[in-house]
Nanobody, 130 residues
Framework: QVQLVESGGGSVQAGGSLRLSCAASGFTYSSYCMGWFRQAPGKEREGVAAIYTGGGSTYYADSVKGRFTISQDNRKNTPNLQMNSLKPEDTAMYYC???????????????????????WGQGTQVTVSS
């Protein structure tokens, strides 16, 4: 059974940094499109960043480009998310997610679509105060 478990969330002041990690188990293969999403109260879940763990291609939402960096933990084939220069509007529950098909790169035009991700973690809260 596939499981994703996020860690690293917390409360920081604006301008601070956090690093999110995702622990995965139950995957048969090592190459998947994996991503980070976030959802603030009253808002839809949105894609933050994605990475194909079989090749390293990365994708970012415009709102986080230049501030967030997604990388692959090569030992675990899971994505980390380094978040710098955090803003109050980054406050949300952050989720790690994975596509259901192995050896399939993230779709360039729709990497941010939650419906394409089959597996989800329970989320980790990030709160940024002004």
């Amino acid at each position: 059974q596939v499981q994703l478990v996020e860690s690293g969330g917390g409360s920081v002041q604006a301008g601070g940094s956090l690093r999110l990690s995702c622990a995965a188990s139950g995957f048969t293969y090592s190459s998947y499109c994996m991503g980070w999403f976030r959802q603030a109260p009253g808002k839809e879940r949105e894609g933050v960043a994605a990475i194909y763990t079989g090749g390293g291609s990365t994708y970012y939402a415009d709102s986080v480009k230049g501030r967030f960096t997604i990388s692959q933990d090569n030992r675990k084939n899971t994505p980390n998310l380094q978040m710098n220069s955090l803003k109050p509007e980054d406050t949300a529950m952050y989720y790690c997610a994975a596509h259901g098909l192995p050896f399939t790169p993230c779709p360039v035009g729709s990497w941010f679509a939650p419906a394409d991700f089959a597996y989800w973690g329970q989320g980790t809260q990030v709160t940024v105060s002004s």
